[in-house]
């Protein structure tokens, strides 16, 4: 990840101030309609809506500006000529050096990449007695906020305030967003590592568990006009989603390798940007969805959906992957960039042992868009000698010398629709000059880099290699012409109309998720057959998707959407002169 304050702009409060993108372009901040009169703006109408309670715990994610929230309720309240008694959840923790003894377990040896997935609680670290001591004031009305309200016990209502992903990695790198309960600041990858290992595995886990008591949910994104709306308007929206189709809101960065084909095709992306290397157009645990209603914009987090719904939207597969979404879209960027880091991910054992995650990093690159002469690196040679190649990587790194990759790695021309495989542990690299989207299990950070083409980050520091990492979990075997039977997918026509044809590229045998591309004139009739199919359109103008429940959205170039198990059937139809083509991945 690149950790420099990007600035890409915030996601605008209102519809009045979203720039709609021309018919058939991609649009940056899709949203779903709740219908008139269900988002509400502003910190005036939800002080009225408190009015008349003498507690509530406004509780929700960390990197919230709670002291600001809880100024501007208390202004709001007191005008309306209402006591107000604020309690800070800050000052009922434990203190940061007992938290730090807590969370430390769980994240590696500093100046690592990763740590372990938390096993405590969000509760752990507080202070017990202080939360069983907390009482309401006599008069007028106690506020209870900050991350972990709700654990005070007290029956009260539960105000939500979620906050984008996105948006609190952004106040991390301007250090107004640290994490649950440190006090000193650490540099910004230490920071995300604890966000991902510990602060989002336990204030996820919370949420789950306090589902059922919130009444409001609020996003603190724009902290100076917050939006909110009640759980059931909400439940309502999402309910919807779940049955029908949905898009979450992507959201991009610039990395070392970066380049400019999104910058050129996306509109509203900020031109004044270095360059674009990932787009997070459906990395879950990091997007959101949003909504609209009058005009204003609310966005949560995707994990509301899996929590209240993870049965319609995956539909067989729940239960083996419960509230986790299992497959992910994103883009990797290198037009006039360059290449990525010779890498690769983690067997399934190793990342369950290691890291504490379910399943792993199997990968696959679908060629968006590519320039003539674009490659792929992937596999070994037939000669490799794995002894040697890692004394060249060690004396790469060593020497911050060029090495030959080519001597070990195989490199393929890379085109338009072309499907690279990479189950963990092949070793694999985009080249420059390649838009590619990767289809993938949901796990996003398990990158071992072994050699990065002697450059420096957008910070001018050196990219962490990781070798160790790297050759516990390289498969040798991938190499010479079985790179080429089993790791480039044989795509075929399995099904064909008058109009229309289904091309399976068949995935590998370690993927747990399948790959079709449709192809039609007019449209298509396409059956969930039980599972949550995610799709993009990758040729073509739009797309509109009509499903039985009255459902209906456009889907333009290059958009991710998915569809659940329980819309049962849908019906996709071309808007473009041309013939459409839509990528489909689904669980075997």
Known sequence: MNWRKTTQPLMPATTAEKQPPAAGAYDMYPFAQLGAGKIRNGYASLAKWMTGRNVILIDGYIGNDWEYIAGSLQRELEAAGVAVTVVCTSTLMKPSTEIEALVAPFLGEKGTVWGR?????????????????????????????????????????????????????????????????????????????RFYFVDWVLLNAHKQQILSRIEVIADGQWKDKISWATHAAISEGLQYLSRNAFRVRPWFEAGAWGGDWMKKKIPGLNKEEVNYAWSFEMIVPENGLVFESDGHLLEIAFDWLMMKHAKDVLGQDEQRFGIDFPIRFDFLDTFDGGNLSIQCHPRVQYIQEQFGETITQDETYYMLDCKPGAKVYLGFQESIDPAAFRQALEDSVATNTAIDVEKYVQVF?????????????????????????????????????????????????????????????????????????????????????????????????????????????????????????????????????????????????????????????????NEGKTTAKVVKAFVK
């Open 413 to 573: 021309d890379a085109h338009k629709h072309d499907f690279f495989l990479i189950p963990n542990g092949t070793v694999h690299s985009s080249g420059k000059d390649n838009l590619v989207l990767e289809i993938s299990a949901t796990p996003y950070i398990f990158t071992f880099k072994m050699y990065d083409w002697v450059r420096l980050d957008l910070n001018g520091k050196p990219r962490p290699i990781n070798i160790d990492h790297a050759f516990n979990n390289l498969d040798f075997s991938r190499k010479g012409a079985k790179v080429q039977e089993e790791l480039i997918s044989k795509q075929q026509v399995i099904e064909k109309g008058e109009d229309w044809q289904l091309v399976h590229a068949p995935t590998h045998a370690e993927h747990f998720y399948d790959v079709h591309r449709m192809e039609f004139a007019k449209n298509m009739t396409v059956d969930t057959n039980g599972k949550c199919h995610v799709l993009m359109l990758v040729e073509g103008e739009s797309v509109v998707v009509e499903t039985a429940n009255g459902f209906r959205q456009r889907y333009s170039y290059a958009e991710t959407f998915a569809v659940p198990a329980a819309a049962g059937s849908y019906k996709i139809i």
């Open 117 to 193: 997935r938390a096993t405590i609680t969000l509760e752990d670290l507080f202070d017990k007695e202080k939360l069983r001591n907390v009482q309401p004031a006599a008069e007028g009305i106690t506020l209870v906020i900050g991350v972990g309200a709700a654990l005070t016990g007290l029956n009260a209502p539960v105000v939500y305030i979620d906050l984008p992903k996105n948006e609190l990695q952004y106040r991390m790198r301007a250090r107004t967003a640290n994490n649950l309960g440190k006090q000193a600041w650490d540099d910004n990858q230490e920071t995300y590592k």
